[in-house]
């Protein structure tokens, strides 16, 4: 049984194409964490915005993170990002794990990767006890007219 296992990893884990990359992130919801403990979750939709949560390092608050169109591009085969205050748009090397998963590198510095997975439900990040804190709502301008 863990032979046959093992044989058909081939056929699932690998280096994604570009286009490969786009069908199996667009739209869906992913957590992630990263090799120096930042984690969060979000989604990448078709026009290259992200949106969702981070919590850097693993410490402190979670916030809501959103990238504008065009943040994610497909640059030949690759996958990259252009992000303000950059002098260059990082690229990434995108390994499908299995199914619902994948690793994304920054190209060159295989160090520096974020491990993703798919969720099909709501993505949540975990926290202990102690980091929770209520959710602060703020009146809608409508309510604060009346």
């Known amino acids: 049984m863990l032979c046959g296992l093992l044989a058909a990893v081939p056929a699932v884990a690998g280096e994604m194409s570009a286009e490969e990359a786009r069908r199996f992130v667009i739209g869906k919801m992913f957590t992630y964490t990263c090799f120096e403990g930042t984690r969060g979750h979000g989604r990448v939709h078709a026009d290259g915005s992200v ?15 959103h990238l504008p169109a065009g943040t994610l591009k497909v640059k030949g085969e690759s996958v990259c990002a252009t992000l303000r205050g950059l002098p260059l748009d990082p690229c990434f090397n995108l390994t499908k794990v299995d199914n619902n998963s994948f690793r994304g590198a920054i190209s060159g510095l295989g160090f520096a990767y974020c491990e993703f997975t798919r969720h099909n439900g709501r993505a949540t990040v975990a926290q202990s006890a102690n980091e929770r804190a209520p959710l602060g709502l703020r009146p809608s301008i409508t309510a604060e007219a009346q």
Do not use: L, M, P
């Open 51 to 65: 949106a969702g949560s981070i919590q850097f390092q693993g410490k402190g608050q979670v916030r809501y993170a």
